[in-house]
Each structure stands twice: as structure tokens, then as C-alpha cells.
């Protein structure tokens, strides 16, 4: 900070040196002024200038140090009592700006809340169609017409449905209801869900639920299961998927393992980014780079630990490493 004061009053300075400089030249030059007389003057101003310097650093610094350390925010209650004219100036300007800054945002998030409300209710409008749909498709006598329409009706199901959770996410909190979830349940009501898709692709599920309980919300964690089930099935060939639940160090342990075509090792660290889809199928129009992303935000706030191994070709495995039962007041206290 003394460095830069010392920049900001350069130019006192230096008026100052040349001034007393300028009265020695002249007593050095007019004999009838006492040179000795305008050192020891030269001296005293110096001393004077010092000290007046000095304390005119710790007056004028102290309301730019309140700046420097304020946290970046619009409170504006932490700096420091203006006293100069200019502090006033920067203090009102400051001041303003920030109530401004308050009201836009303010402003943003009521029109964010309110098209956040009209998608959710545009989405759960949606879903009665779908249901008319569902049911008129299941109707249709011709089994190609009706595989190829319950694909695509499926297809609009999924995206409908993480849509809705991904308006949900950032209120995940206020959602979760923790119990001894029976896993049987959530994964086989999953696998209905995406039985048309997976006949149509030749696909089946080897499934050994050695552990049929966990710790965890269940609509979240079919949510969870859904995304890791889909990327499973759409790029898998027709073979069966593994799915598997055991105790580790007292902790349930369910893996979810396809025999797809696997993600690049230099793609595994970027899976769980939003919109990250692939590079080397970045051709693949119909990916989102949302459905692993929503899963881990979930699997965060439940505290499951997802672990993803993969080699491009021969397939993927999903880990989640569900909470211990001594972390379930730390997960209902959220």
C-alpha cells in the first residue's frame, strides 16, 4: 500500500523537492542569503514533510484498505466511514451502484422463478398428451409401426422427464426424504420403463441384488439409475447389463455394467461436465451432456459416491457407493 501511495503523490513530492531545491540553488547563488541558514531550514521542512506524510498515509489508506478488504458483494456496510470529499464521492457512487446492482438482480430472479414455474407447469401439462399417446400407441395393431412409435414416445418421455428434474436440481434439498430404499423395486420399475427400447435393441439385464436395501431418496434415485440405465442401453449392442448390489465396509454398493462401446480414457475426467457429450463421437447429434451431469448433482446431495471405469470398446461400470448409516443425520439436517 505505501508504494502505491507513494505513486498517487508523486507529483507533492516532487513539488516539494524542486521548491526546496530551488531555495538552495538561490541562497547558493545570492551571497546575501545565509546558505547555512537555508540547510538547516531545508532540514527542518523534511522532518516536517516526513511526519505530516506519515500520518496523511494512515488517514487517507484506511478508507481504500476497507475496499481492498471487503468480500465482493453488494453490502456496502463493511467500508470504511468516508472523510474526504472524494471518499464521499467514491462512497455515494459505490453505494448507488450497489442498490442498482440489488434491484436488477432482484428483478432477474422473479422472471428466472417465473419461467422456471411456467416450464414446470408446461412440462406436467405435457404429460397428459403423452399418457393419451402411450395408450393410443398401444392400441396399434402393426408391431413395426408400434415398436418404432413407443421408441420415439420414449424418447420424449426421458428428455420431458430430465427436464423436470434439472428445474429441480438446484432445490434438491427441499426434496429429500432419506430411508432404507429397496432397490428391487426401483431398478426393476426402471427396466419397464425402457423394456420397449431395450426388445427393440436386443438388449437384457443380468441382475444380482445381493443387497436389496439402501440409504437414500427414492425418486432421486431412480433419477439417478434412469440416466446411468439409458446411456447403458442407447450404446450398447445386443448383449445383457449387469446390475449388481453388495455390503463393503458397511456400506451398500450398487454397479451397473454394459458391455457397450465403452468412453475414451481421455473422456472420463469430463463426463459429469454439463454439456460434455464425446469427442470421439462428437457427431452424435442426439446426446445432451445432461442426463450424467443431473446424475452426479443428485448423487452429490445424497451423498453417493459415483466411480466410473470404462475402456473404449468393451464397455463401462458404474459404482455408487451409497452413505454409511452414521451419515444420515448429516444428510436429513441438509
Known amino acids: 500500500m505505501i508504494r502505491k501511495y507513494i505513486v498517487e503523490r508523486r507529483s507533492w513530492i516532487l513539488l516539494f523537492i524542486i521548491l526546496q531545491l530551488l531555495i538552495l540553488v538561490c541562497a547558493y547563488v ?9 540547510i538547516y531550514l531545508f532540514y527542518l521542512s523534511s522532518i516536517i514533510f516526513i511526519i505530516h506524510f506519515v500520518i496523511r498515509y494512515h488517514k487517507e489508506t484506511r478508507f481504500i484498505r476497507s475496499l481492498e478488504e471487503r468480500d465482493i458483494s453488494l453490502d ?16 455515494k457512487s459505490m453505494t448507488n451502484q450497489a442498490e442498482l446492482l440489488k434491484h436488477a438482480a432482484m428483478n432477474n430472479r422473479m422472471i428466472l422463478e417465473h419461467e422456471k414455474d411456467e416450464l414446470l407447469s408446461w412440462i406436467h401439462e405435457v404429460k397428459t398428451p403423452l399418457t393419451a399417446m402411450r395408450l393410443m400407441i398401444d392400441r396399434i395393431q402393426d408391431e413395426g409401426m ?35 430404499t429397496d432397490l428391487e423395486t426401483i431398478i426393476f420399475d426402471e427396466i419397464k420403463t425402457l423394456q420397449s427400447w431395450c426388445i427393440q435393441k436386443g438388449i437384457g439385464f443380468d ?15 431412480s433419477f439417478i439409475i434412469r440416466q446411468i440405465l439409458t446411456n447403458a442401453v442407447k450404446y450398447s449392442p445386443p448383449s445383457d447389463i449387469v446390475i449388481k448390489s453388495y455390503q463393503r465396509d458397511q456400506q451398500t454398493i450398487l454397479e451397473i455394467i454394459d458391455y457397450g462401446r465403452g468412453i475414451d480414457p481421455r473422456d472420463l475426467p469430463r463426463i459429469f461436465d454439463k ?40 464397455g463401462t461400470a458404474f459404482t455408487l457407493t451409497f452413505p454409511q448409516r452414521n451419515e444420515f ?6
Do not use: C
Open 207 to 221: 441382475i444380482q441384488l445381493d443387497e436389496p436395501k439402501a440409504l437414500s431418496d427414492a425418486k432421486w434415485l
Open 329 to 334: 443425520v448429516r444428510i436429513t439436517s441438509m
Open 146 to 180: 408400434k415398436t418404432h412409435l413407443t421408441y420415439e414416445w420414449l424418447r420424449i418421455h426421458l428428455l420431458l422427464d430430465q427436464q423436470l428434474h434439472q428445474r429441480r436440481i438446484p432445490f434438491i434439498e427441499n426434496d429429500i426424504y432419506i430411508e432404507n
Open 30 to 38: 545570492d551571497s546575501t542569503i545565509p546558505l547555512q541558514s537555508m
Open 76 to 91: 456496502t456496510t463493511s467500508m470504511a466511514e468516508p472523510e474526504s470529499p472524494f471518499e464521499k464521492v467514491i462512497e
Open 275 to 314: 454439456g460434455f457429450t464425446s469427442t470421439t463421437m462428437h457427431q452424435d447429434s442426439a446426446a445432451t451432456g445432461m442426463g450424467l451431469y443431473l446424475a452426479q448433482k443428485a448423487a452429490q446431495s445424497l451423498l453417493i459416491r459415483v466411480h466410473v471405469k470404462s475402456e473404449l470398446g468393451a
